[in-house]
């Protein structure tokens, strides 16, 4: 496969490029057909308004419509991955070696954490994973909602609020909404196979997927979707001594997926709906490798060294049920259940516990994690006419919310002390790469939340309309707190519109973020400790300054410009501020010698370190998003222009001091220190633009997208000469379509120029084996060949 990628890249990139200019330039071009069709601009939203025919050519903060065609000219099977090649404000770097994040990797909106960001299906809230990511990924201490459990299959249009939203949904919309609306048709469907494989040789995938819709009698209607596929490790890791041990890049991955989204009509005015998913995710992913000389392993067992491995199963499921009904005076009323669950498992395979000498099992089963949403929702929405030239429309409501964690011990032996000394006199308990949950940190944690909101929107004139929101939310664990939101657009001509919001949020600290518990290994400048993540009340916590958790409260500040200039051109400019005070961080790796002294003392023998969450950051994020469109109807066929592209800046206002309680064990202790503060506000890139265009023509249909990548920089912990800014890249992803009849034949490649990032010049200890930077916005496996065939009815 390889071969044959070699052999079409370049010709494939020249036509397509070819292909894709040459209608620019065409002067005898049919009459444009309208904007609001060339751009979905009348496509009536159902994200950030309560108004039921409010457009987004109408919309008073910015909301972009993912089509399903736009997905899956990105050429990816993965939401996530889609939504990061078609939005400029969402970045989803691909992390390896880190754990758990190797199979649940989080995105992130305008540069803030994943769990910022509130994701809705048909408009209801979506649980978040089980996981926690603890390691040195972008996202570190987030447990953010899984996208790429949702198979795109099942897909009608993603909807992407970039506006605080948290007094009309609650908790977690400070940096948006993403809303997945799913296909709900009662005909019609799909079905498309794909197969795809990286220009170095590895990386081989291949995916199945389909839909279909339904009639259910003569009142009822149902949809389904599945998706399922399967892909192969690849490696970029670099040969030491002639030869490759590591193993650094993707995972291996085994995934299918299922949703329904169906209706019944039970009366005229009542409606009984429901949707749900679910998934399993199959990842075996590796750790660092244990060379045969390293004090960790037992040369009787692998006299060569070894490379543990992780091997995850995330099970993932959803289902809402509801009844929907409008009176005879207008009043439209939803009452719903929704139900969602997350399970995350971790069994450890090629490895040991160096403490149980040369009798330790090579795998082992390390313990899970669980996370349970239910959720009641009751919402009212009525438009109500006081003579004014269009009526008002008012929508309130409550909900009641009930969350589960649950953390599982592994088996005993994956967390034992032996008693075992290495050969350096140090005992290292626990299964090497990821110790299991001891029974010390299982449990079972939960909370209950309730909320009442209140939301009036109008348009008081011709050119002027209007909204204001509040939201009043009681939380069992840690208190109430109350935001709101004002907005407003202006359109000064049908050409020219300026919209702006004002608006306050918060996101309730996780019961992940509270109440995980763990020991593994982490790599802090190249040397290996076994580090304790300890939830906020634990004594070792408690000792080292922890408090208990409290929500983070936002301030939204948007801007913007929309302009129509001329048929089927579109612009928007939106400039945004973004204060979050109180941000929930994992702390740094407390590892001095001090505090190793204290938790060896006080009951964590052989442990190098102690971390917790804590509320320690204020942080302002500032930044501009630019989308443009332009179609155009040619004598060779239609031929679409996108051009997007988003500054973000971030940057830390206040971070507070140590607690007297760490300082009395280590008064140089450095609680959020230079690696944090670097991947808050330097390790996201802080631009990102691209140029995408479509042109149909016959038969044919040739996409195309440059992106150029800004640069990201990586503080040392304590070097700052150490430091690197890895440079800005573009990368190019072609695809050509022929249709034939209703079949669809795909060729495409993914970055077709083969760009890799900046290597970095940091030394994993003394051996520069792993070439580069894992928060590398489009990775680090190169070139991405693919084919695909369709057929739809």
Known sequence: MSVVFRAVRRPLALALLAALTAPAYAQDAAPAEPAAEAHNLDQVIVTGTRVSDRTVAESSAPIDIITPEALEATGTVELATALARALPSLNFPRPAITDGTDAVRPAQLRGLAPDQVLVLVNGKRRHTTALINLNGSQGRGSSPVDLNAIPIASIERVEVLRDGASAQYGSDAIAGVVNVVLKGSDHGGSIAARYGQYSAGDGE??????????????????????????????????????????????????????????????????????????????????????????????????????????????????????????????????????????????????????????????????????????????????????????????????????????????????????????????????????????????????????????????????????????????????????????????????????????????????????????????????????????????????????????????????LGLVLQPREGLYITVDAYQIKVDDRILLSENLTSTAVRNYLQANGYPGIGGGRYFTNAVDTKTQGVDLIATQAWELASGKFDLTLGYNYSKTEIEHIAPNPARLTAIDPAAVRIGRTEIGRITKGAPKDKFFLAGDWDTGNWSFNATATRYGEFTELHATNPALDQTFSAKWTLDLAATYHLGSWDFTLGGDNVLDEYPDESKLVLGTRNYLPYNTASPFGFNGAFVYVKAGYKW
């Not at 009142?219 to 193993?247: C, I, M, S, Y």
């Not at 669950?341 to 089963?365: A, C, K, V």
């Not at 359109?491 to 518990?517: E, I, N």
């Not at 982490?522 to 009340?537: A, C, H, K, L, Q």
């Open 205 to 558: 995938q291949y995916q199945l997927s389909g839909d279909a819709g339904f009639k259910l009698g003569d009142n009822g209607k149902l949809h389904l979707a599945a998706q399922g596929g399967h892909q192969d490790q690849t490696n970029r890791a670099r040969p030491f001594q002639g030869v490759v041990e590591q193993r650094y890049g993707d995972p291996e991955i085994d995934q299918g997926a299922l949703s329904y989204n169906g209706e019944y009509n039970l009366a005229d005015y009542l409606t009984l709906y429901s949707f749900g998913s679910y998934s399993k995710r199959d990842v075996l992913s590796n750790g660092y490798f244990r060379f045969a000389a390293d004090p960790r392993n037992i040369p009787s067992i692998y006299p060569n060294g070894f490379l543990p491995q992780i091997h995850n199963i995330s099970k993932d499921r959803a289902a809402v049920v509801g009844l929907r009904s409008e009176t005879a005076g207008g009043t439209q009323i939803d009452l719903s259940y929704n139900y969602g669950h997350n399970e995350l498992s971790f069994d450890i395979e090629n490895t040991l516990n160096r403490s149980l000498g040369p009798t330790s099992p090579t795998q082992f089963y390390a313990g899970a994690l669980e996370v349970t949403q239910h959720v009641l929702n009751l919402d009212f929405a009525k438009p109500v006419d006081f003579g004014w030239q269009y009526p008002v429309t008012f929508a309130w409501g409550a909900e009641w919310r009930g969350e589960e964690f649950t953390q599982h011990a592994g088996e005993p032996l994956s967390y034992a002390n032996g008693g075992v000394a290495a050969p350096n006199g140090q005992i290292i308990p626990g299964a090497q790469v990821f110790s299991g949950f001891r029974a010390s940190d299982a449990g079972d944690f939960d909370r209950h939340s309730y909320s009442l909101y209140l939301d009036v929107e109008a348009d008081l004139t011709d050119k002027f309309s209007a909204g204001i929101a509040a939201r009043f939310e009681s939380y069992s664990d840690f208190g109430d707190t109350t935001s709101g939101k004002l907005s407003a657009r202006y359109a000064f001509t049908d050409k020219v519109a300026l919209r702006a919001t004002a608006s306050t949020g918060f996101r309730a600290p996780s019961l992940q973020q509270q109440f995980f518990q763990s020991i593994a290994t982490n790599f802090i400048s190249g040397v290996p400790y076994e580090i304790g993540t300890f939830r906020v009340d634990n004594p070792a916590a408690v000792a080292l300054g922890s408090e208990s958790l409290k929500a983070e409260e936002s301030t939204n500040y948007s």
